[in-house]
């Protein structure tokens, strides 16, 4: 195979090759590839997106579709620059940043290693290190035709605040009993100063975040479920238990809205780093963002007959973090019937392709008739919303299974003349991750791979 050629050794290849495998299949892109990229930009093809569909979905269904006490935002993406003075990002939003005098190249300090940081040396060039500065990488724009400073605002960097500024709008419509949550799925930008490591740290990059309202009291035992929460959300996605890891961050590195934040780390094949983080925010947003507009965001609770400001809890996700966890664990190589393959051991609530469809041969009418046939009822069945069946028909069928296997479909059906011809119909299912192959009656077909594929 092609790609095998350029195989490294190594955590560093398990990289260099799913990013080689995301690209030829159609998965991720560079952004702007033919005009030489933009750095920290990754484009989705159809399997990416399907992919990505796939973890909002089930994202959504957990915390919003399955739950009665949660309330589903989109807000714009562009808000009042007030907002942002408000949550303390104008301030402080900001990343310590060093530059080379020497070859110009920036680093982020805190990410540069013992002996760089302390010798102020560019790992780079070995040239000097100027002085370190604060970053703010928030990407600022104007709104509007004028460029005065009355028409800034900021791509978000967060969802979060278009939660809080519409506290008061959820309470009066919905008139909500705490707790409740509020929940939105979107685009957070971020001029990062050193993207890396795929769509690990892009500067554009989609967060799915909850900002669960509580009375102050209840704070710790919400806490806890949500812990539980995240944790089950990582299995729904298929991630295994024990490369997700609880990090309880120290009280000096908490930022400054926080009392407690624990970070969900995976182990990525560059190292143990953040997929998730869970914070308690205390009343600060709501407090912060009464003062700046002057709106009252307290809480009226009926049976206490007090009024108060809720505290938050906030379990924040990133989409792409995720689709990288999700793709960098599925990333196999094995040898299957003395030959090497390359495939992704997706889980089928993941896998953006559910099933495909072969004839044995093609160019043979009544095959491909009835594979058609099949491949449309599998189509009604599995191919809704965010996953899809596939009908291939084009090259030998060990060729078909390989390309199926490398985009990580987790069930091959093949049609022969049994199919047709013998009293029972049966079909050739076939198993992705270990090749073995069934007969299955075709009128059962539908069902067994509902079953299989956990519907
Ligand atoms: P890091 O320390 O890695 O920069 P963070 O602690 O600043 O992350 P949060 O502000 O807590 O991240 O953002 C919540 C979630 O959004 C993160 O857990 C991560 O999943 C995602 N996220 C944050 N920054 C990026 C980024 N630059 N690219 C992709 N996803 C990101």
Known sequence: MKHESKKKEGESAVMENMISLAKRRGFIFQGSEIYGGLAGTWDYGPLGVALKNNVKNLWWKRFVADREDM?????????????????????????????CEKCKRRFRADQLDAEAREKRKCPECGGKLGAEKQFNMMFKTHVGA???????????????????????????????????GMAQIG??????????????????????????????????DTFEHFIREVRAFTADVGLPKEKVHEYEVPGD????????????????PFGKKE?????????FDLKAHSATSGVDLSYYDEEAKARFVPHVIEPSFGVDRTVLAVLSEAYREDELGGEKRVYLKLAPSVAPIKAAVFPLLKNKDALTAKAREIYQVLRKEFAKGSGGV?????????????RQDEIGTPYCVTIDFDTIEKDGSPVTVRDRDTGTQEAIPLKDLVSFLSQKLNR
Do not use: C
């Open 71 to 99: 309330y589903g935002m989109d807000a714009a993406i562009l808000m009042n620059q007030n907002a942002w003075k408000a949550s303390g990002h104008v301030a402080g939003f900001s990343d310590p940043l060093v530059e």
């Open 187 to 220: 685009k957070a930008f971020r001029n990062e100063i050193a993207p890396r490591d795929f769509i690990f740290r892009t500067r554009e990059f989609e967060q799915m975040e909850i900002e669960y309202f509580v009375d102050p009291k209840d704070w710790k």
């Open 390 to 402: 596939e009908y291939d028909e084009v090259g030998s069928i060990g060729k078909r299974y390989r």
């Open 275 to 283: 997929l998730y983080g869970l914070a308690y925010r205390t009343d």
């Open 146 to 180: 004028s460029e005065d400073a009355a028409a800034v605002s900021y791509l978000r960097p967060e969802t979060a605040q278009g939660m809080f500024v519409n506290f008061k709008n959820i309470i009066d419509a919905f008139h909500p009993k705490l707790p409740f």
């Open 253 to 268: 590195s908490l930022a400054h809205y926080s009392k407690r934040t624990v970070d969900f780390e995976f182990d990525y």
